[in-house]
């Protein structure tokens, strides 16, 4: 090959790029704008458990995503393995995001990626992330440097592999470092890490923490002085991972922080609608403190009778309501709207009533003024809320419905409101296999301090696929929370007993009742 094709090769072949992202610890918040950018833009994201699994989220549903994980003691993926793959990968010419948790050059085996991407000549760059040291110091309130008590702060490893006998430094000679220590991969040999320094001359009063799951939702802390602080972390049951604090300044340390006062931290729920929601409630919890797990119970899928949808079309300008009972309703009649006009202003003079906010806003984002939004989110409360603006009788009403809604509202719109009702379904629900939940395994290995039930079909479908939702020993047991009457109605009915309703069927409502128990109960 002369030197011109070999450029020509190389540069055909060099499309491909590889991106050694920091991946922050935990809290997606904490990720740099770059990294976010270039998540959204990759063909191939190739992470491992240390990365916040909600990150996935930000790539395209077409991504490839590649799990090389591997925690302390179980390697699934060997080192050179995963060079391997993404070598190869950027030259098939992608563009490859390599998720590393906190910073990709802090005790993350990024040189060795580095080098296996040199050997074949495949780009990279390397982009920063926040360390877990820095960061769970931050979110448990712990000084890493004071004017008068720590001028030094070391970074230190406690081991990279539990079946490694040895601990890789030396801890007595950091005793006389001094300053603050942060020890990562350091729990499993805190017993004799913390003999080593007591050895090496720091004192049994020395102030010391460990943080784990830092910046997430299940975030702990002890603090403790150094010679109590192993049997504090027993007794606490702090585990992996976590980052052991030593120094005088951690003495300034705050017992509980802005994040850990939040008045759902560390509680665990189980959301139950449909996946690929935008879901209010979940931000909304999360805001709060909460982990918010996903357990789909039922999927939502357009559906649609052409014939109905070309009649009602036909006579959409001889409607005076149109009634939408649900979001999924909303978004699902606007699709088909625009797909049989191009412009909002076909939509006509309809007066719009709506069951509740979320639903509401899925017309508002087209400037569609809502009338009427139930303050009472119910059907029968929209039916009676309806009645009362007078404008019913004879009057031509559409109400939006999926393939489960309740006849109550049509049959109260029609007999006391006297109006004449056309329904028109345009989405159907069912059943979504729980068994293809991702987070399924968590919340049966962990459990939920409540699952939340946000309709009818989401409890049927529990009290149907009951038999694959056995907890695991040692798993919280969820309470079980109802949006409203009629959820709790289902409920009940199949003997399940309810533990907590919304304070009124809304998100507003639910978070209430959550925010009241939960932190009532501590
Ligand atoms: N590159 C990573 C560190 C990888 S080594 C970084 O810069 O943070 C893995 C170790 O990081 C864990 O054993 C633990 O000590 C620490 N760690 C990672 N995430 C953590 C978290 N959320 N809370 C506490 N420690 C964490």
Redesign the pocket.
Known sequence: MDERSHRMDKNQLSEGIVYLV?A???DPGLLTLRARSLIEGCDVLVYDH?ANRKLHNWASAECERIDVGKS?GRHTMEQSEIGKILVAKAQNGLKVVRL???????????AEEMLALDEADVSYEVVP?????L??AAYAGIPLSHRDFGSSISFL??H?DVAKESLRVDFAKFAEVGGTLC?????SKLEEIVEKLLVGGLSKDRPAAV??????PG?RKILAPLGELVEQAREGDLG?????FVGNSIGLARSSTWFERAPLFGRRFALTRASGQKSKMRSRLEALGAEVIDLPLIKIEPAEDRKLVAEVFAGIATYEWVVFTSANGAKAFMEIFFRAYSDIRSFGPMRIACVGESTAEVLQAYQLNVELIAQDSTAEGLAKELIDTDSLDSANVLVITGNRNREILVDVLEGVGRAIVDTLPVYQTDFADVLEAADLGTFLKDGADAIIFTSSSTALSYVEQSDDLIFQEGARKPILCSFGPQTSKTLQENDLKIDLEASHPSTDGLIDALVEHFSASG
């Open positions: 920091g922050g610890p935990g240390l302390p590393k948790g906190g910073d990709p050059f802090v005790f993350g085996r990024c992330g926040v360390t877990a040291a960061a769970c490893t406690g990279e020890i990562y991969m350091g729990m943080v784990s799951q830092g910046t997430l975030q992996a991972p976590a980052i052991i």
